[in-house]
């Protein structure tokens, strides 16, 4: 089998989950004896070509083209299209990123195929792969698989795989070949403009040590000052997953996950979190994790180190009590 | 400005799930909007206020589906579609949007919605497919839209507390992201204004599209843990004190 890796880079940045990305490649290569390729698309970026020529690599194709420079979904599908036809890869993996969520099920599509995404892991079940996401928000998992023929196209989640684990290339360098693309301005229907940062917010949670975090379990915003009574106790900050945030209660820049802030504490105390996918990703890497909520089958207790299966609304007001106690 | 908003009817938020071969039991348990498409409906509702023109929303699934529609009629919805398919938990993402896009081109609009993802499959990918399907531009995780002369000026939600603006001809397909806007409630007028408005039921078959499937969801199951919990039982008090203990000498963290 031929796996091709598609990776990401923007203003010449890596989008660092290309490399766990490749990392899962490696691995379903060793399982399978297939062979690895990985991508570069945009302009000006033989660079990062390089850089992924040292890796254990079959080939790397650098795709640049003008019109790729900045992302658009129509430059990318009608580029990776033409791609994906010439070098005919069976397995064409990507990062579960923003951006391949915006192109990668409409470039499969075009080739008449689907798209497996945000996966959590891979089995190969006697030569069948198999393919592990999470659904009804991380309370179940799924095992999926392709049933057209191939390329299968399929994208792992932020965390899955550990980038520390691509394997160096052994014999020094992986041949860089140029794909050259047919892609014209009148392909690329919108038009991007200008990249920007919201104003600088006034805490930076991914320094905080200590994390107190809300979830829907709050109910309600004259709530909150009992949550924050805990992080005052803790001496730590508040924090919350997207549905608070969305509803006003705290501010976005208080807010955890796949579009908030990616933190890691030393300790996070989720009360009222059922911990859905995109919470989970931007708080796995706390040092210990620590989950109040009434129900014993949320999904946040996968991940928690301590666990209090309870109303939220009588362990704050212990807890804090608690927390007071022990400081004096 | 005539909007079309994809609706998905989901299981209840707090709906206790019990788990059937690749899907769930789905006899005793509640449903409602999916709340990323509630976000969609209430933008388009936005828009039509500011642009004029008609909101159609369009949902498929089994009957009860029609709730849903009926829901979004009542917030100001002008016309309901319900696609009506009791085998609509067993499409993929492509076969889904293979029906929906079929269903659309039937209707002349300007601009299609969806909600990020739905909140039980969650693939998160009818609306960059009904784009490749209908061949027309699309942008995802929409946090605002200013729509003129055609055109739109978009604010896309990128990584990492980025965001990109973004201009994009109309007709087109946008994803919005939650949390774009407050969504609002039905009120009584417009819940008694809805029972006046169509629904019009399509099946499937008449569509003329078929589908071929390209995934499938083989079973589901509640995933096993990587770590283990150690669970402070007693009452929250007593779970309270053993935890500030377990905290400080244990995990050493205060």
């Not at chain 1, 069976?90 to 995404?117: C, E, N, S, W």
């Not at chain 2, 009904?130 to 929409?142: E, F, K, N, R, S």
Request: hydrophobic share 45%.
């Amino acid at each position: 089998m031929k796996i091709l890796v598609v990776t990401e880079q923007r203003q010449n940045k890596w989008n660092n989950t290309s490399f766990e990305t490749l990392a899962a490649a490696q691995q379903i290569a060793k399982d399978t004896s297939s062979t690895v390729s990985a991508l570069v698309i945009g302009k000006g970026v033989a660079s990062f070509a390089d850089e992924l020529a040292a890796k254990n690599v079959a080939e790397v194709l650098l795709v640049e083209h003008d019109l790729l420079e900045n992302y658009t979904p129509d430059g990318y599908c009608v580029a990776l299209k033409q791609v994906i036809e010439s070098a005919k890869p069976d397995l064409v993996l990507f990062p579960h990123t923003y951006q391949v969520r915006d192109f990668a099920p409409k470039l499969a599509a075009m080739l008449g195929k689907g798209m497996i995404g945000d996966c959590i892991a891979y089995k190969n079940e006697g030569g069948k792969l198999v393919f592990v996401r999470q659904m009804f928000q991380g309370k179940t998992n799924a095992d999926v698989t392709f049933q057209s023929a191939a390329p299968w196209f399929a994208s792992f989640q932020a965390g899955a795989f550990r980038a520390d684990l691509v394997e160096p290339n052994a014999s020094g360098k992986a041949p860089v070949n140029a794909v050259s693309v047919n892609l014209t301005a009148d392909q690329v229907r919108t038009k991007p403009l200008d990249l920007f940062k919201e104003a600088k917010s006034a805490v930076d949670l991914t320094q905080a040590p200590l994390i107190v975090a809300i979830g829907r379990g709050i109910k309600a915003p004259e709530n909150i000052p009992q949550a924050e009574a805990v992080a005052k106790a803790l001496g730590g900050e508040i924090a919350a997953s997207r549905p608070i945030c969305d509803e006003g209660w705290l501010p976005m820049e208080r807010q955890i996950g796949s579009s908030g802030q990616t933190v890691a504490p030393k300790l996070y105390l989720a009360l009222g979190i059922s911990g859905a996918i995109q919470h989970v990703v931007g708080m796995k890497g706390a040092r210990t994790i620590v989950a109040v909520n009434k129900d014993q089958n949320a999904p946040i207790f996968e991940i928690a180190d301590y666990g209090i299966v309870a109303d939220i609304f009588e362990v704050m007001p212990a807890l804090t009590e608690a927390l007071e106690k022990a400081k004096s | 400005m005539n909007i079309i908003v994809c609706i998905k009817q989901v299981p209840a938020k707090d709906a206790p799930l019990s788990i059937n071969g690749n899907w769930i039991k789905e006899s005793d348990i509640g449903f409602e909007m999916n709340e990323p498409d509630s976000y969609a409906l209430e933008e388009a509702l936005r828009l039509k206020e500011k642009h004029g023109g008609e909101v159609i929303a369009l949902s498929m699934g089994p009957e009860r589906v029609k709730q849903t529609v009926k829901e979004a009629l009542a917030k100001g919805a002008d016309r309901g579609i319900h696609i009506a398919d009791d085998n609509f938990a067993q499409l993929d993402p492509l076969g889904a949007a293979t029906y929906i896009s079929a269903a659309i081109k039937k209707e002349k609009f300007d601009l299609i919605l969806t909600g990020l993802q739905s909140d039980d499959h969650g693939f998160g990918q009818t609306g960059v497919l009904l784009a490749g399907l209908l061949d027309l531009p699309h942008a995802t995780i929409i946090m605002a839209i200013e729509a003129q002369d055609g055109k739109m000026r978009l604010k896309r939600e990128l990584e990492a507390g980025w965001f990109q603006h973004i201009e994009c001809p109309l007709p087109a397909v946008l994803s919005i992201q939650s949390g774009i806007n407050k969504v609002r409630y039905s009120t009584l007028k417009g819940i008694m204004a809805a029972k006046k408005k169509e629904i019009a039921a399509i099946t499937p078959q008449s569509l003329g599209v078929t589908i071929q499937p390209t995934q499938k969801v083989e079973k589901i199951y509640v995933p096993t843990k990587t770590k283990k919990t150690e669970f402070l039982t007693g009452t929250p008090k007593e779970a309270a004190a053993k935890l500030v203990e377990k905290l400080k000498f244990e995990a050493r963290v205060i």
